[in-house]
Structure formats: structure tokens, C-alpha cells
């Protein structure tokens, strides 16, 4: 019997060892890689050879437009590749971190992303107020921020669901600030669907999908969900890549004395000069300064 002809899909889960491969029938596949070659990823698109019924082994990672990811010395951990937006989950309980949020937005940057920051939970009417004011430092950036309560579904899906049309976005968050309360709004029982997926492809009951893409129901779109997090390491980052993440300094770079300033100390930094006139936060500016020595302190340059 002839191979069966390599098929083309698209990486829907990840589960340690093998992936959820949908193909453009819709039908899912369960794929192992072939040989060592590892570090395939949700969203990426790839070629399979289909092996029985419903099983195949991945082939090619076919090239990816983008791939987002955090590590710290513990390890390395991607988040999902191909994408055309990050929407970062903030609320003001328990009360986001600036670094943390910073930090995602450094990641969306550097890969050339655009972020949208969701501040939800703004039911909580005693300390919305607070968050607002904080992300407020983030006004003058070009981010879109949106306000809204998970717990009042139609008004948040009326505010998401435009932003979310024809694109791929991944959802972020630190833990607690109500990702599943709303992707499960978005996409009723993405959680069941989850379970469904992993029990019918033999990954069993217990075997939690870290991360998943979904569809949106009712309209075109796909949202990338991802377990919460509470470090969000960049060691991967060079220094262009981190100058990058914070494209507030770009024109000011221009203005640096010296080609290899890294706007800490350096006479005549234009990025210093900036935050002299406070077309710069001294706290993005630290926050660049904080990742900067992380990644020094591994040596990398
Ligand atoms: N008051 C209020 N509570 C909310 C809202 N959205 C979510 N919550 C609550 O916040 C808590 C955390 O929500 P989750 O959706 O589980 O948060 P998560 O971001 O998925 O957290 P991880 O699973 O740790 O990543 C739950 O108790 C939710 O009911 C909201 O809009 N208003
Ligand atoms: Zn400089």
C-alpha cells in the first residue's frame, strides 16, 4: 500500500509528548514528532503523514510568523506561535503586578505583537480606581485598553468579540485575574471541549491541556488560551530584542551619543534625556533596567 499523501494542519494542544493536530476538514489527529526533533508548538502550523484513523506524525514545523515565549533559569516554556494579537488580563483583585504586566508587553513587543490590555473585574468598584491610576503609566503607549466584568457576559462579549474578529489571539494572564471566567464566555464549555478532546485521543481524564486554541463560535477568530502565570522570565531576549519591547524609546535611541548605548549611565543617552523630560516613565525605565541586568546576570553578553 502507498503512504498516505502528507496533510497540512495546524498544532490546536499540547500535551507533553504529543500534540492535537486539526486539519482543514476539521477533523483532529493525535501527532507525535518523528525522531528528536521537538519544540512544536500551539498555533503552529505543520505537515503531518496521517497513520491509521486518527493518529500521524509531525514531519515539518512550517515557518512560523512569530513565537511567544517566557524562561527563567528554571526553564522555558512557549506560549504559542503565530499569532496576531496578545490580550493581557489584568484586574485590580488581586491586584496585577506592573512587572508582570510590563513584562508581557515586552514579549508582545519584541516579537512585534500588538497587545490589547483587558482590565477586568471592574465590578469590584472599591479598588478599580487603584488600577486604573497604575495603568495609567501605561497611557501614551499604544496599547488598547479595555475595561469590563467577566461576570456581566453580553456587555463583555459586545467589547471583545469586534476586537477579536479574523485574528488569532493569545490570551495572558497572571493567575487569578479571570482568563477562564472569560474564555469560557467567549467560547461556552472551551473547558468540556478540552476534556472531550483529550479523552477521545487517548490523552486521558486527568491529562490537563496547558495551553489550547479554540474557535470562536459565531464568529471567525481563534483564541489561544494559556495557564496563568506568576513569573514571566525574558532571558531569551538579547538587548535589541528588549529594546524592542519598549518602543517608547525608539526615537529617543536616535539621539544616544554612543551606537552601543544601553541608556543606563551613558553621557549623552537619548533615552535618559527623555525620561528627563518625561516623555519617559522612570518606571519603565526601571522595569527595562531590571531585565537588562537579568539577562547580563546569565552572561549572554
Ligand atoms: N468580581 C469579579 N470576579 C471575577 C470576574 N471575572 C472573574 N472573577 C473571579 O476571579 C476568580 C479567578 O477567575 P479565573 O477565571 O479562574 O481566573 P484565571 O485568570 O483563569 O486564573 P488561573 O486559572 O489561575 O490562570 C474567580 O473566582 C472568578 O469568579 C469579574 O469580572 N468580576
Ligand atoms: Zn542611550
Known amino acids: 500500500m502507498a503512504d498516505a499523501p502528507a496533510l497540512q494542519g495546524r498544532i490546536i494542544a499540547a500535551h507533553g509528548r504529543h500534540y492535537t493536530v486539526e486539519l482543514p476538514d476539521g477533523s483532529l489527529r493525535k501527532c507525535f514528532p518523528r525522531g528528536k526533533k521537538a519544540g512544536a508548538t500551539v498555533g503552529d502550523y505543520v505537515v503531518i503523514s496521517p497513520q491509521g484513523a486518527d493518529e500521524g506524525s509531525i514531519d515539518r514545523i512550517l515557518e512560523r510568523r512569530n513565537l511567544l515565549y517566557r524562561s527563567d533559569d528554571m526553564r522555558t516554556k512557549q506560549f504559542a506561535a503565530n499569532v496576531d494579537q496578545l490580550l493581557i488580563v ?22 512585534g505583537i500588538a497587545p490589547i490590555v483587558v482590565l477586568n473585574k471592574i465590578d469590584l468598584e472599591s479598588s478599580v480606581a487603584g488600577a486604573r ?19 456581566a457576559p453580553q456587555e463583555m ?38 476534556q472531550e478532546h483529550s479523552q477521545a485521543l487517548g490523552a486521558g481524564k486527568h491529562t490537563t491541556t496547558s495551553t489550547h486554541l479554540y474557535h470562536l463560535p459565531d464568529q471567525p477568530g481563534d483564541i489561544i488560551d494559556s495557564p496563568g502565570f506568576q513569573a514571566f522570565g525574558l532571558y531569551h531576549l538579547s538587548a535589541t530584542d528588549i529594546e524592542r519591547g519598549f518602543p517608547e524609546f525608539k526615537d529617543a535611541i536616535e539621539h544616544c551619543r554612543y551606537y552601543n548605548c544601553t541608556h543606563r549611565h551613558e553621557p549623552g543617552c537619548g533615552v535618559l534625556a527623555a525620561i528627563e523630560q518625561g516623555a519617559i516613565t522612570t518606571q519603565r525605565h526601571e522595569l527595562y533596567k531590571r531585565i537588562l541586568a537579568e539577562n547580563e546576570a546569565q552572561g549572554r553578553y
Open 90 to 111: 489584568v484586574a485590580p483583585e488581586p491586584a496585577f503586578s506592573d512587572d508582570l504586566t510590563g513584562r508581557a508587553l515586552v514579549a508582545a513587543w519584541s516579537a
Open 133 to 151: 491610576k497604575r495603568l495609567a503609566t501605561l497611557a501614551g503607549l499604544d496599547i488598547h485598553i479595555v475595561e469590563l466584568s467577566a461576570h
Open 157 to 194: 462579549r459586545a467589547a471583545l468579540l469586534p476586537l477579536l474578529r479574523d485574528r488569532c489571539t493569545l490570551l495572558l494572564g497572571q493567575s487569578g485575574m479571570g482568563k477562564s471566567t472569560i474564555l469560557n464566555a467567549l467560547v461556552p464549555d472551551a473547558r468540556a471541549h478540552t
